[in-house]
């Protein structure tokens, strides 16, 4: 399997010399393609630092991050946004949907960004609502969808230029239960049939039992490290709560 | 004192994002100085006293102005302060959740308003002074007074005057500040920015159609103030024009918020390149709401461009005229055989003796009060005019009469028309170095430069209209109107001299006598001496009498047309400078403040990976297209209404139209296009995302 996020030894620092705050603290791991990865850990733990770290928006105090090869921490301004646009996928928990803008557009703007030809949006719009099932809900503003489609909308615009990965951070954050499941079972359809690489990060262990692999963490550091393997989403979830338990801490008030 | 602290916090905190609300306040401050203190200038105050009438005018006109002015940046003040109450709804949510009294939040805001006033006073009134000391020069310039030494001015009633009118400004700032803190609910405050707004797209068929109606209401307004001018007798005829061109720039704009988007989304390849899809979209989403006051800002800016063309081309054309239409140094009439028309002389106030002792030229009526022209004038000519009741405009218009009766109802068709011999026009012609003309002896001249008058003169000459006058009949040399004049003044307004051969005069009829000439002196302190004395004149017992002869002197004439002109100038710059800075400053207020509300929108770009260089191309359009749109529609009224001015201008004459519109176009850009980049890199500074 070829290895697409190779994350190797960063730190990141907050604060100055008497108060330091260490939020990552010599953390290491690899994704590979195909991967659907789950972070989790409570928060504090640095997860989101973490995302922050890999999506260029934040900078790592010392380490090195690598997508397909590339280091992205010596990255410098523009080309920190073409890596961005071009190999990145974005779904926030609070959605990030242009409230101006209708579904279609919101989608096309991911695309029209990399100066694509409008024919060609269009046709890549037309392929990936099919796959998120929002065909019915294109011409339609954020204000009048509900959270769950809006979630679905954010996620078409992440995948419809084909990134190398995926960064969901807390997708389900701000859904109901139905509406998270709904969008899980499309994370995974995306993972199985299109092959996308995911990296997602929650504290709820229910989103986390979707991924194949989760990785825990606390105080900056790697706590361990599951693999769903063979066994069922039901087992899997329970294993994750196994840990959950072990890790203690806030992480239990997200059952 | 913690709330004085919290205020001073918040000054500080916002000043950065509200430059251009202080800067807009300082201008306006120090603008509000400087004209008040007009009169202090120590070039206005060494002046003769035909002059200082005028300034007094111009200042009383100056303060009712200022009164307007105060109404105006009142109402950008209040406007812009409801601006920034709404961008810190949340902090005040958080105060009042904090358990501050709403009496408490209201004395913060007591002393914010209380801050910015002094800070604002205080640099409005240094700066003003000091342009006060560059305007100095300006109005030495405009008085061609030799401003041989510098003097620093002052002017304390001009200091006071604008303390205390922006003081009541403030102080209704507070007064509504308070009001409008008193009335809000913590849950909007609280909410107040996340409630995103709805986006309601209009039908576009129905746009279409406002838009087609509005455009024709528009052109039918501009037609009427432009082709339709000379039906416009009315004052209520001219506001029928200006309400039709204020309800169709409201619909113009109200229909285009919903037609551009609707045409550019249907530009598909357009419309989703790049970031255009979003610059749209934040445009529309915002016209929707702004409808109105892009209508205000475009008719301030239409005012703007025509007043200050208007006032600069008067000016302008002013001194233009004064050297072609003030040749020699002085001019008197006398009316002679006034018995003739003892009612109508009667009617004008002139007593019984005056009447009866009109026999005598001018010459003789001033060596009648002892004063001698010759030991005066190195040179002079004397003429007649000649007037008779046989001859009126009734009688020179002929057979085109009631065509253009019709046309122009008003005019004063039973005047007698002023009527001279060729030869002693000629002798005038000479004097005042002007074309000279000749005749046959049955043909006349009609001697005209007003151009409406020109005009209506002309339909006649071009009919060839015969005139009867002393049994003699004439017919026209010319098929229009000749240039010159008798009467020396500051404007083109000699509606019409008829020139017959010498043979046909009546001495009967003799109307007006004239004395025209040159001083032996050239000095100017001595001309003023004689000017004087000439006027002095008027209070000698003989004046009951004897009429003293009127007349006009090139020094007259001149100062009294510096004044007009410096008046007219400093009011449409004023006026034009406040009218300008006020709507740009309203339109920055508002992107500055919609800014802090794209912070949200330009970050989520920037995280799906868009290039720093398209945010700013996206911002810098979305900037330039609220900039842009009303000053276009303002440009095409403008045309119109200059073209309206200049109809209206034409006694002063209107050639020198072009350098004005310029001095107005680079005033526009200077202040518009400098409101507009400090506007963009405010913006770009509060969207900027700092790690």
Redesign the interface.
Known sequence: MKTILKVSQIEKYYGSRSSLTKALDNLSFEVEKGEFLCLMGASGSGKTTLLNCISTIDKVTSGHIFVGGLDITKLKGNELNKFRREELGFIFQDFNLLDTLTAYENIALGLSIQNIPYKEINERIKVVSKQLNIENILKKYPYQMSGGEKQRVASARAIISSPKLILADEPTGALDSKSSKMLLERFNYLNKELEATILMVTHDAFTASYANRVIFIKDGKIFKEIYKGDCTRKEFFNQIIDVVTLLGGDLNDAL | MMLCKLSIKNIKKSFKDYAIYFFTLILGISIFYVFNALDSQTVMINVSSSTQDIIELMMTILSSVSVFVSFILGFLIIYASRFLMKRRSKEFGIYLTLGMSKRKISLILFFETLFIGILSLGVGLLLGVLISQVMSLVVANMFEANLTKFAFVFSTSACIKTIIYFSIMYLLVMIFNTYSVSKCKLIDLLNGAKT????KLKNPYLCIFIFIISSIILGKAYHMVTAEFLTLQEVIDIIKPIIMGVVATFLIFWSLSGLILRIVQSL??Y????????TL??FS?KINTTVFGTTIICLMLFVTICLLSACLTIKNSMNANIKELAPVDAMFETNMNMEKYYDKYRAYGYNDSQIKNSHYTAKEMFELFNFNITSYFKEYIEVNTYATEELTMNNTLGSRLDNIRTNFPFLAYDTMETIMKISDYNKVANFYGINEYSLNDDEYIIIADFKSMVNVRNIALENAEVINLFGHTLKPKYNECQAGFLEMSSNHINSGIILVPDNVIDKEYLYQNYLIGNYKTNDKNEIIKIENNINELDKNSKAKEYLLPSGTTKLAIKEATVGLSAMVTFIGLYLGVIFLISSAAILGLKELSESSDNKE?FR???????????INKALFRQIAIFFVLPLILALIHSIFGIIFAVKILEVFGTDELLPSIITTAVILVFIYGGYFLITYYSSKNIIKER?
């Open positions: 995103s707004e709805k986006v598909k390849k419309y989703y390149k790049g970031l255009n899809s979003f979209r934040q989403s929108r989520m770009l920037r995280k799906i990976g868009t290039d720093e260089k398209m790690y």
